[in-house]
């Protein structure tokens, strides 16, 4: 696994190592600054992930975006983003246990590069695989854990608070206490 962005950038472009390399229009491998203290990590790109090569550009992103910019965070400033499976599954399904494991390895590579303080899951999907298996967004949100060199923590999907608005206020509340965070970090 390469130790410098752009060769790992060319080896992912190449992966196949499972099936969503067949199927996706452009690779979506991460967007954001290298020496980020935050990384975001969400679950797989959709249709507009899909044509622009770039996470989280779709409603949804727009979305993150506005809560990424109510705590001074900004994809082309100061934070990375990723997710868990960098080619996009047909029909917006679920990445599949086999898909994440087999992905799995060019998020670690990512992580090894940028040596984020902080790693935010973004929905359930990385939550269940990066946290706890049994994480519940809905109970365990906002919750900091240190994971080895790492805190930890998982948030709301914005897909799923386009669905649920009541929800976006607890959303809020996360990124406020990752602001604290982040703060404390300093
Ligand atoms: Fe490779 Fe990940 Fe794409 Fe599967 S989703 S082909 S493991 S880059
Ligand atoms: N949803 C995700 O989880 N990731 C994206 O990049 C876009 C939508």
């Given at each position: ?7 790992l950038r ?19 491998f ?9 990384l ?5 790109p ?6 622009l ?28 983003i990723?997710?868990?499976v960098k ?40 939550a ?52 604290d ?6």
């Amino acid at each position: 696994m390469s130790a410098d962005w752009e060769s790992l950038r060319s080896e992912c472009e190449a992966c196949r190592a499972c099936p969503l390399g067949e199927t996706r229009g452009k690779l979506v491998f991460g967007t954001g600054v290298r020496d980020a203290k935050v990384l975001f990590v969400g679950e797989g790109p959709g249709a507009r992930e899909d044509e622009l090569g770039e996470p989280f550009v779709g409603r949804s992103g727009q979305l993150l975006d506005q809560y990424f910019a109510a705590i001074g965070l900004d994809r082309h400033t100061n934070i990375y983003i990723a997710n868990m499976v960098k080619c996009r599954p047909p029909l917006n399904r679920d990445p599949s246990p086999a898909e994440q494991d087999a992905c799995l390895l060019w998020l670690r590579a990512q992580v090894k590069l940028l040596r984020p303080k902080v790693i935010v899951c973004v929905g359930r999907i990385a939550a269940q695989r990066l946290i706890s298996k049994s994480f519940a967004v809905t109970r365990e949100h906002g919750q900091f854990v240190q994971r080895g060199e790492f805190l930890m923590m998982g948030t709301f999907h914005p897909a799923a608070l386009l669905r649920n608005p009541s929800q976006k206020s607890a959303a809020l509340e996360d990124f406020f206490a990752l602001r604290d965070k982040l703060a404390e970090l300093k």
